[in-house]
Nanobody, 125 residues
Framework: QVHLVESGGGLVQPGGSLRLSCAASGFTLKYYAIGWFRQAPGKEREGVSCISSFDGSTYYANSVKGRFTISRDNAKSTVFLQMNSLKAEDTAVYFC??????????????????WGQGTQVTVSS
């Protein structure tokens, strides 16, 4: 059974950094694309960044390019999202999600089949 657990959210000042982690279990990571989605109050869920566990290819939403970096450690079955230069508009619940046999770009623009419970990121002074 696919299981995704996020951690690393919290409160940070504008311009600050946070690193989110997504621990995956119950499936073979290399056959899946995994990504980070976020949802702010009153807004639609957005695919932020996604990565192929097979070849490491990545996709980023325009809103986070140059500020966020996604990476994975297949040996530890963990995917990370390093978030730098955070802005107030990055405030949202961040979810880890996964889907098999797809590309990072497709994953970030679809509704994946597997989700974590989410972690709150608040950017405020």
């Amino acid at each position: 059974q696919v299981h995704l657990v996020e951690s690393g959210g919290g409160l940070v000042q504008p311009g600050g950094s946070l690193r989110l982690s997504c621990a995956a279990s119950g499936f073979t990571l290399k056959y899946y694309a995994i990504g980070w989605f976020r949802q702010a109050p009153g807004k639609e869920r957005e695919g932020v960044s996604c990565i192929s566990s097979f070849d490491g290819s990545t996709y980023y939403a325009n809103s986070v390019k140059g500020r966020f970096t996604i990476s994975r450690d297949n040996a530890k079955s963990t995917v990370f999202l390093q978030m730098n230069s955070l802005k107030a508009e990055d405030t949202a619940v961040y979810f880890c999600a996964a889907e098999t046999l797809t590309t990072p770009q497709r994953l970030c623009n679809m509704i994946p089949g597997y989700w974590g419970q989410g972690t709150q990121v608040t950017v405020s002074s």
